[in-house]
């Protein structure tokens, strides 16, 4: 018999969960304004809000913790760090900064000004935030395959060099400070891009002299499906393929709390001195000196090591299947989910689940509050409340895909949590039909809104 697939890592410490009642749900979500951001985590029986900062590290990222060294200056921990970075990326200079919007912050301070145009693969939000805080434009360059959620392609996070060369060519050289291309594509649906797609945006980028940033939060992810799912790269080892994947960038920023699983911690790395001069001032105003930028000297040991680990194929093989499991349970029922699946989360076409509900009421985060409802599962929206209101025109934006986001965090959960939560929304996909009302907002932010926004249910 062919032996069966299984986990690559066992468990030495378990955290206790609270299985609550149908009842409690009700008034829990309630009285959180019908937004999940605002629920306890005591009130989630399986929390796939997000895979950020959630997942559980090794008994070596535990141990590695316990050498940091919290010099302010000069610090072992940095320089541990800063070998890991160049080790597994190829970038010889480095900021730490706290989280990945940090990195964002700093290097948009350096290279971003009013007025220009920013090209990429759709864009995740906090880094269309900073583009937008800063009254310059994200410009969406992602292949139009993306947006058809039953369309089987294996890189659906590609950048439209057509798109792409579009926008370079209507705009001045010193209106593009650069290309930013994310690796997997968040919002798009943890979609990668091929190696072939990173190579051509780079010969575009040469061309037109613009350099290139690769918002990496998920590359390893996306190396693993370079490795399993592109012509010429199976034998080749994934440390590997993330080496030639940087090589078509002049700048990474990085949300460690995704890839390199710790709970917390960013960094920006680069192949410019003169480029990591420049950003070591804002990182410096902002973030702290650059030898820890917002960071402990043990949170980065712990991150040197999670970059080891969070590039190992088999802790990959591991996660990918695990995410590949929960959507075939799903997809096996009848439920639209996202085809193929995505590295870190399961995408829930809320359109094609609840086409009775009209767009004005947000159809996805009524598809989020009725899973909660029915199992204490806490997804997340990626729709109208994400894509917030357009600067100019003040009206909502309404984006092609509508979803609900079951984001799996890393090591955390096992099968049978996986077997509840598509029984969970298994279950609200055979009375779909009896659901018949939407959200309204009472209350919301000016920009990132779906974190503080405020429903009702009438
Ligand atoms: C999470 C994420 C960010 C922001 O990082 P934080 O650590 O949450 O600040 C930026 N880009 C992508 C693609 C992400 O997934």
Not at 168 to 196: F, H, Y
Not at 226 to 234: D, M, S, V
Not at 356 to 373: D, G, K, V
Request: proline share 4%; hydrophobic share 40%; charged share 30%.
């Amino acid at each position: 018999m062919k032996l069966p697939f299984s986990e690559s890592y066992k468990i030495k410490m378990v955290e206790p969960l609270y299985r609550s009642t149908y009842r409690e749900r009700e008034q829990w979500i309630r009285d959180a304004r019908y937004n999940l951001f605002n629920l306890r985590s005591n009130q989630v029986f399986i929390d796939l809000l997000t895979d950020s900062g959630t997942g559980a590290m090794s008994d070596r990222q535990w141990a590695a913790l316990m050498l940091g060294d919290e010099s302010y200056a000069g610090s072992s921990s940095y320089y541990k760090l800063k070998d890991a970075i160049r080790e597994i990326t190829g970038f010889p200079y480095f900021l730490p900064t706290h989280q990945g919007r940090a990195a964002e912050n700093v290097l948009f301070s350096a290279m971003i000004k009013e007025g220009d145009m920013v090209p990429g693969n759709s864009h995740f939000d906090t880094t269309k935030g900073h583009i937008e805080y800063r009254r310059a434009k994200a410009i969406d360059c992602t292949i139009d395959e993306a947006f058809d959620t039953t369309l089987n392609h294996p890189f659906k996070g590609n950048v439209d060099l057509k798109k792409l060369e579009k926008v370079l060519k209507e705009n001045a050289r010193d209106k593009i400070p650069m290309i930013i291309v994310t690796i997997t594509c968040n919002s798009s649906g943890g979609q990668p891009v091929s190696m072939k797609n990173l190579r051509d945006v780079r010969k575009m980028a040469d061309k037109y002299e613009i350099p290139v940033m690769f918002d990496s939060a998920r590359f390893a992810e996306n190396a693993y499906f370079i490795k399993t799912r592109e012509k010429g790269f199976a034998d080749i080892s994934i440390r590997e393929i993330v080496l030639q994947m940087f090589k078509n960038a002049d700048v990474m920023t990085m949300s460690s709390k995704k890839d390199a699983i710790v709970n917390m911690g960013g960094f920006i790395a680069m192949n410019n001195k003169e480029l990591f001069d420049r950003a070591s001032i804002f990182n410096i105003l902002f973030e702290g000196f650059i030898s820890y930028g917002g960071m402990s000297g043990r949170d980065m040991n712990a991150l040197a090591q999670g970059l080891y680990e969070g590039t190992e194929f088999d802790y990959l093989e591991t996660r990918i299947n695990q995410v590949a499991y929960l959507g075939k349970r799903l997809k096996d029922h009848g439920v639209p989910v996202q085809y193929p699946f995505g590295g870190h989360a399961i995408f829930v076409d809320a359109k094609r689940f609840l086409p009775q509900i009209p767009r004005e009421e947000f159809i996805a985060q009524t598809l989020a509050i009725e899973l909660y409802l029915e199992g204490g599962v806490r997804g997340v929206e990626i729709g109208t409340l994400l894509a917030d209101r357009d600067p100019e025109t003040g009206e909502n934006r309404y984006p092609e895909l509508e979803m609900l986001r079951l984001t799996i965090p890393r090591r955390v959960y096992t099968r049978d949590h996986m077997d509840y939560v598509a029984a969970a929304l298994n279950n609200v996909f055979d009375r779909r039909q009896d659901i018949h009302k939407g959200l309204k907002i009472v209350k919301e932010a000016p920009i990132l809104r779906h974190f503080t926004v405020e429903l009702e249910r009438d």
